[in-house]
């Protein structure tokens, strides 16, 4: 059980004198030691400050998987500041969204992702060749080095990840220090990490998952090979140099490792746990293949700091594991009544790991949900062990899962409806072998307008996401509707979840 109240930066100070020269992140052929890496995030701490940087200012973060991810976490941690990581998959018009929300004070990127970030008008550092008006982030580690006041907290937030669109719009979810270190410190005793252990960081540092695991890799002592574009053959191959030894993943990630370590003759020797979302049938091949390793279930959320509940899968097939004490994990109807076990209901959690709760752009706070317990909007189980058994999303969070990626439904029918010759749309997920689920729209057009299924989707990549647009679509006359004359959104995905459309994108 995990009763301590460190902050991020405690934990990192000791890891610089308790592990030294122990790889903390690798990356490419380079190495950063914990000793290296908490002397860098000081610096960076110093450089932040005389930017301007106080406590409770947002710095944006637009860039892959680079250490400058995890540094700037550690400095605006120092400084009792928030990280707000931008998922790089964003449309530019996302990312302004998120800029605006957020109201950053400056804003760091590779150049690669620059122009998403056209329309920021703060202070603007590039991670690599810096572009005209943008300065070099390496101006920020020569300032001089000056005492930081010890203004922060295990209270402070610290994260920020934009996330469930249930509205149309993306919401910040604000995470504390104390969040981020019990969830990583209870990770790290539930899989029994240690200083020889090295993640895999294949997994985007712009999500809770990527950033939870190489966080409760790190402060357990170990090391995260970070990856900046998930390819399986090179992952076999940095798996094996690095003697890998934590791997956690999306469909249709370990599959594709699978196959590559088949292809290569390689046995992924050196790993013994691996996570994420997959399928049954692919966990069972990654035992026979990989017999020394333990597959791990979960269930988290980004509001609840990554994975709340989690057990070897092996321990009960199907279910997504046990909630991590001191947090607690229950099932509620509707009234907000807990329900006894094998009842379906809502999965509600309390506990140190839930989120400081939703960012508001008004009063640059975050607001938090009204109740004892954090309602995730998935539905789900208990049996009479404590597992929790996941039953799909709750009727107000019809949330898509796609390739690791959250997709909201209505975010995408915005889209879809602002395209002049659509006049209603219903979108949902179907099952896909592929990617886990896939992005459904059903839609009808205006009189006497045309448009084509190509020409929509599209339209559609152009305003969001490309992650989020359909990958079918079906053309129909009209849609189904409730007595209230509500469209009848179930009986439209009853009628148009099976294969039969008219177009399918798998690009």
Known sequence: MVLNDNTLVDLFARNAREQGDRSALL??????????????????????AAAGVRHRDRVAVLAGNRPEVLLLLGAVARLGAILVPINTRLSAHEVRHVLTDATPLLLLAELAFAPLADAFCGH???????????????????????????VASAGDGVLMIYT???????????????????????????????????????????HVAGIGFALACQLAGGATLLIERFDAAAAVQAIDAQRITLCVTFSPMLAALLDAALAGGTPLGSLRVVS??????????????????????????????????IAPYRERPGAAGRASLPNEVAVADEAGQLLPPGQTGEIVVRGPTVFLGWWDAGT???????????????????????YLWFAGRAAHKALIKTGGENVYPEEVELALLAHPAVAAAVVFGVPDSHWGEAVRAVCVTQPQQEVGADELIEFVASRIARFKRPRDLVFVERL?????????RA???????????VARFDS
């Open 491 to 501: 009986a439209v995905a009853k009628a148009h979840g099976e294969p039969g459309t």
């Open 27 to 48: 990356i490419n052929h380079e190495r950063l030691s914990h000793s290296a890496f908490h002397a860098t995030t000081e610096r960076l701490a110093q450089g932040l």
């Open 124 to 150: 603007r550092y590039a991670l690599d060749a810096a572009p005209l008006g943008w300065l070099p982030f390496a101006d920020l580690t020569l300032s001089p080095a000056a005492p930081l006041p010890d």
């Open 164 to 206: 469930a669109a249930v509205s149309g719009q993306q919401r910040g979810a604000l995470l504390s220090q104390r969040n981020l270190v019990v969830a990583s410190q209870l990770l790290g005793q539930r899989l029994q990490l240690g200083p020889n252990d090295v993640l895999l960081g294949a997994l985007p540092l712009y």
């Open 364 to 386: 640059r706070r975050a607001i938090a949900p009204p109740g004892d317990w954090h309602h995730t909007g998935d539905l789900g189980r208990l049996d009479e062990l404590g």
């Open 276 to 309: 994420g979302l997959e399928a049954g049938d692919t966990i069972v091949r990654l035992e026979a293949q990989c017999p020394q390793v333990r597959f791990w279930s979960g269930y988290g959320q980004t509001e609840i700091s990554s994975a709340v509940c």
């Open 480 to 488: 189904p509707t409730l007595p209230d004359g509500t469209t009848n």
